[in-house]
């Protein structure tokens, strides 16, 4: 009898368990109500997903959507003031794999400041970063929702290219700055773009993700298609004396120059719009 009582008394203890103890990875995954974001994507995929109000601070470069302009400052990029974001007192902090310095986020770790890396290695990484990123900060379905959109923009891009004719192999020059002449290299998302298209970035064997050529390299390489870009964010880019002294180029007297926003820059809700605009410019004749 009383080990039939012992054996009820431990089912009943362990009924309790199960009702009122949380598994393990639903305890720790707290929705975070004080978010800083150390780039301007992640911020951007911050507002795009609607979760602003819990975003206490940004860097000095995050511009969009002009809201962000109103939220604390905790320094640039690449040196953010670690003093500024822990008086924040953030419960997540989202660092960039290629924006931030490695050794900055050891330093938040060891404030025991809890970090979400964003990382930003390719285009056909990225929609799987934006859902890692939602699930980060509590925003699982709206980020879902954004992933996919930019898997069925590449979807379709892929798709013009292969049925258009002239368009694979396609050499193409991205400009983002004409004084210097600086071009979108290897490890860029623009880089990443060019090729799932089917074309080629005359800038691709580039030691470095955003090369500075002269006019006689340029000219060397004989792009088919150039695309200048939108320039550093708050500067204005002339790219008329370049295209001038480029005019012995088939792609200026043909006219194969077009011209795109700054949506392919970062990493965030706008590279669908991006991908369109990259995607036009590939179609020219």
């Known amino acids: 009898m009383k080990n039939h009582i012992g054996m009820l008394y431990c089912l009943l203890i362990a009924g309790f368990c199960l009702i ?4 393990a990875d639903a305890a720790t995954r707290k929705v975070p109500q004080r978010i800083v974001s150390l780039a301007p994507a992640v911020t951007e995929i911050i507002y795009a997903v609607g979760a602003q109000n819990r975003l206490v601070g940004v860097t000095n470069v995050c511009d969009r959507p002009a809201e962000a302009s109103r939220k604390s400052r905790v320094g640039n990029m690449a040196n953010p003031s670690l003093e500024a ?3 924040l007192k953030p419960d997540l902090v989202i660092v960039a794999s290629k924006e931030n310095p490695t050794e900055f986020v050891r330093r938040l770790n060891t404030l025991r400041i809890k970090t979400h890396l964003f990382k930003t290695n390719s285009l056909d990484d990225l929609p799987d970063e934006i859902r890692k990123l939602g699930r980060a900060i509590g925003a699982e379905t709206r980020t879902a929702r954004m992933a996919a959109g930019i898997e069925r923009a590449l979807k379709h891009s892929l798709q013009a290219s ?13 400009m983002v700055w004409t004084n210097p002449i600086t071009l979108a290299g290897p490890g860029t998302i623009i880089d990443d773009a060019i090729r799932d298209m089917g074309m080629v970035n005359v800038a691709a064997d580039s030691r470095a993700p955003y090369p500075r050529y002269n006019l006689e390299t340029i000219i060397a390489r004989k792009p088919d298609l150039i695309v200048m870009g939108a320039g550093t964010p708050g500067m204005k880019m002339d790219p008329q004396p370049v295209l001038k002294r480029l005019k012995m180029l088939e792609a200026v007297r043909k006219g194969r120059i077009c ?4 949506a392919l820059y970062r990493p965030g809700p706008r590279i669908a719009e991006g991908i369109a605009e990259l ?3 590939m179609l020219m004749p």
Request: proline share 4%.
């Open 85 to 87: 974001i822990a008086a």
């Open 259 to 262: 011209y795109t926003t700054d």
């Open 279 to 281: 995607e036009k410019c």
């Open 162 to 174: 292969a049925g258009k004719a002239g368009v694979k192999g396609r050499r193409i020059m991205f």
């Open 20 to 23: 009122f103890v949380q598994p």
